[in-house]
């Protein structure tokens, strides 16, 4: 099953993926969105596929990414995205300072929230 929800407020947008698969672990959970964590190795995952999604989510969207999962009863994924992209310091939209940026750096990402292995507490 697949369980595919969204609702919005004033500022923001919800989106909420869940499944009855095979979930996690917490200790795969607490390290989803590390880069080059997989648990395909040899298999063809390079690990950067979460990664990828929560520096979009976080630093170019200005949003979140939460991870709820329990072995053997699935796992929910949600989003939380403003209705408007944030603006730069200059006033402008993300969009372009943050490409402009990351080329001239070699990212293709500005930086990302703290990922979650790694805020304190």
């Given at each position: 099953?697949?369980?595919?929800?969204?609702?919005?407020?004033?500022?923001?947008?919800?989106?909420?993926?869940?499944?009855?698969?095979?979930?996690?672990?917490?200790?795969?959970?607490?390290?989803?969105?590390?880069?080059?964590?997989?648990?395909?190795?040899?298999?063809?995952?390079?690990?950067?596929?979460?990664?990828?999604?929560?520096?979009?989510?976080?630093?170019?969207?200005g949003?979140?990414i939460?991870?709820?999962?329990?072995?053997?009863?699935?796992?929910?994924v949600?989003?939380?995205?403003?209705?408007?992209?944030?603006?730069a310091?200059?006033?402008?939209?993300?969009?372009?300072?943050?490409?402009?940026?990351?080329?001239?750096?070699?990212?293709?990402?500005?930086?990302?929230?703290?990922?979650?292995?790694?805020?304190?507490?």
């Open positions: 099953m697949l369980r595919i929800e969204a609702s919005r407020n004033a500022r923001e947008v919800t989106l909420r993926v869940q499944d009855n698969g095979a979930g996690m672990g917490e200790d795969v959970r607490r390290r989803l969105f590390e880069p080059f964590f997989t648990t395909k190795m040899g298999q063809g995952g390079s690990g950067l596929g979460m990664h990828i999604v929560y520096n979009i989510v976080t630093g170019i969207l949003g979140a939460a991870v709820a999962s329990t072995r053997g009863e699935g796992t929910t949600t989003l939380t995205l403003p209705l408007v992209a944030p603006k310091a200059d006033g402008s939209a993300t969009t372009s300072p943050t490409v402009a940026r990351a080329a001239a750096i070699g990212s293709p990402f500005p930086e990302p929230a703290p990922l979650p292995s790694e805020r304190p507490g």
